[in-house]
């Protein structure tokens, strides 16, 4: 059986990334994420981490259940 991966274009990952942002900020709030982005020059990654690394194992895992259970998975994937 062989996997393939499907990768996403830099046009698609930015007009979908743009759509995301603005469905959740509107098109301000949007352009105000990314300028701060820009500006604070952040570390998305270094960030999230910071914020995860904050979680006890089992509130994180509470969350992770919490949040599973208001967002079933309908995706169509194959599960590997």
Do not use: S
């Not at 942002?21 to 570390?43: N, P, Q, S, Y």
Request: with cysteine.
């Amino acid at each position: 059986m062989e996997y393939t991966t499907n990768r996403i274009n830099t046009f698609e990952l930015a007009a979908e990334g743009m759509d995301c942002l603005t469905t959740h900020f509107g098109i301000i709030g949007a352009e105000e994420f990314i300028a701060m982005v820009l500006r604070e020059k952040l570390d998305y990654t270094k960030w999230r981490a910071a914020y995860y690394d904050a979680f006890a194992p089992d509130e994180f895992h509470q969350k992770a259940v919490a949040y599973a259970k208001e967002h079933p998975y309908i995706g169509t994937a194959e599960r590997l």
